[in-house]
Antibody, heavy 118, light 111 residues
Framework: QVQLVESGGGLVKPGGSLRLSCAASGFTFGIFYMGWVRQAPGRGLEWVSYMSSSSLTISYADSVKGRFTISRDNAENSLYLQMDSLRAEDTATYYC???????????WGQGTLVTVSS | QSVLTQPPSASGTPGQTVTISCSGSNSNIGSKLVYWYQQVPGTAPKLLISKTDRRPSGVPDRFSGSKSGNSASLVISGLRSEDEGDYYCAAWDARLSGRNLFGTGTKVTVL
């Protein structure tokens, strides 16, 4: 079955950096678009970024553009999110998601919490 | 900020029918597929309705989705206690700038 396991969350100071990882299994990773969705404490879902199977198509939410970088390693079945210049408003649970053929999330990981605070 | 507007809350007693609306525009719901996600408290979201009106394998037929014009709806028939949670609609917006995906979310309470 499809499994997505995030790691790398934690406490970081404003202006700091963090790299999230997502280990995928149970499906052919290299043929699916993948992405990240976040949820601030007590708030709704916010799309962050997605990347095509070939890494040629990448899109970011305006709120993270220029600060976050999505990448993937199809040989390792892994997705990454490099987060730089972190702000308090980036505090959230970050979910790794697989996208279906219409580019909507169909499977979600359990999430990893990122807290940006001094 | 989301451009897909949902009512903040909805409720019903067990066995009742609850309808959740999702209001958008020509550039999103009016021209794109709509998906619905369920998030039970303390867990990750789960896909509930795909491609506007299709139920993924394992989703009970008590859940149904539809769309008309620039609005979409999720109907929960025969409400059960385990349906309590947050529900989000989703539709890509054709405008690249400021694009968003998810609706504002609706908290469903089973009375």
């Amino acid at each position: 079955q499809v499994q997505l396991v995030e790691s790398g969350g934690g406490l970081v100071k404003p202006g700091g950096s963090l790299r999230l990882s997502c280990a995928a299994s149970g499906f052919t990773f290299g043929i699916f678009y993948m992405g990240w969705v976040r949820q601030a404490p007590g708030r709704g879902l916010e799309w962050v970024s997605y990347m095509s199977s070939s890494s040629l198509t990448i899109s970011y939410a305006d709120s993270v553009k220029g600060r976050f970088t999505i990448s993937r390693d199809n040989a390792e079945n892994s997705l990454y999110l490099q987060m730089d210049s972190l702000r308090a408003e980036d505090t959230a649970t970050y979910y790794c998601v697989r996208h279906d053929g219409d580019n909507y999330p169909d499977y979600w990981g359990q999430g990893t919490l990122v807290t940006v605070s001094s | 900020q989301s451009v897909l507007t949902q009512p903040p809350s909805a409720s019903g007693t067990p066995g009742q029918t609850v309808t959740i609306s999702c209001s958008g525009s020509n550039s999103n719901i009016g021209s794109k597929l709509v998906y619905w996600y369920q998030q039970v408290p303390g867990t990750a979201p789960k896909l509930l309705i795909s491609k506007t009106d299709r139920r993924p394998s394992g989703v009970p037929d008590r859940f149904s989705g539809s769309k008309s014009g620039n609005s979409a709806s999720l109907v929960i028939s025969g409400l059960r206690s385990e349906d309590e949670g947050d529900y989000y609609c989703a539709a890509w917006d054709a405008r690249l700038s400021g694009r968003n995906l998810f609706g504002t979310g609706t908290k469903v309470t089973v009375l």
